[in-house]
């Protein structure tokens, strides 16, 4: 079954950090790009970061660059995001999404598998 | 950067035609991909590319683009189908993925 499962989700005062995880199964993952959607209580889906399928290209929306950290590990078939310096601002659900290009910067907009969300709360 | 707009809210009648449209600046270089969320679940991919179905979504749906505007049209909408839409796309520069601010549809 083509699922993805993300982890590491908490309650974290302002300041402090948090490592989310997200497995991968049921597809070839180190062919596709992966990215982090995060979606605020009563908002819609916000992009937070991509990565393509080589870990070898990363990109991030303005507000968490220098802040978060995108990486893979195809070996382990895992994405990650590591989140410092975290504000009340980035409390929301996280999703991992996986990607229907192998790179970030493609014509075409497309994450076709979600996981379940992990939530990140601030406060 | 730039902006994806979308109309707040719309409605159908059951078994009807409805069409959900999504406008910027980027949709004049880049696709539009189109995402139905119902409540308490991930969003749902429905639409990519040119006009792309993943599988199992149904035939209804479809999707078209013109200029800087593009749209999300469901043939005979069903009951299902009551949700939350977004459109996504690059930013103007690429290196971004935008989504608009959502359009709920009713279903009545």
């Known amino acids: 079954e083509v699922q993805l499962l993300e982890s590491g989700g908490d309650l974290v005062r302002p300041g402090g950090s948090l490592r989310l995880s997200c497995a991968a199964t049921?597809?070839?993952?180190?062919?596709?790009?992966m990215a982090w959607v995060r979606q605020a209580p009563g908002k819609g889906p916000e992009w937070v970061s991509g990565?393509?399928?080589?870990?070898?290209?990363?990109y991030y929306i303005d507000s968490v660059k220098g802040r978060f950290t995108i990486s893979r590990d195809n070996s382990k078939d895992t994405l990650f995001l590591e989140m410092n310096s975290l504000r009340g601002e980035d409390t929301a659900i996280y999703y991992c999404?996986?990607?229907?290009?192998?790179?970030?910067?493609?014509?075409?907009?497309?994450?076709?598998?979600w996981g379940q969300g992990t939530l990140v709360s601030v406060s | 950067s730039s902006e994806l707009t979308q109309d707040p809210a719309v409605s159908v009648a059951l078994g009807q035609t409805v069409t959900i449209t999504c406008r910027g600046d980027s949709l004049g270089t880049f696709y539009a991909g189109w995402f139905q969320q119902k409540p308490r679940q991930a969003p749902l991919l429905v639409i990519y590319g040119k006009n792309t179905r993943p599988s199992g979504i149904p035939d209804r749906f479809s999707g078209s683009a013109s200029g800087k505007t593009s749209s999300l049209t469901i043939t005979g909408a069903q009951a299902e189908d009551e949700a939350d839409y977004y459109c996504a796309s690059r930013d103007t520069s690429g290196d971004h993925v935008l989504f608009g601010g959502g359009t709920k549809l009713t279903v009545l």
């Open positions: 049921g597809f070839t993952f180190r062919n596709f790009a």
């Open positions: 990565i393509s399928a080589s870990g070898g290209s990363t």
């Open positions: 999404a996986k990607d229907v290009n192998r790179v970030v910067v493609a014509p075409v907009v497309g994450f076709d598998i």
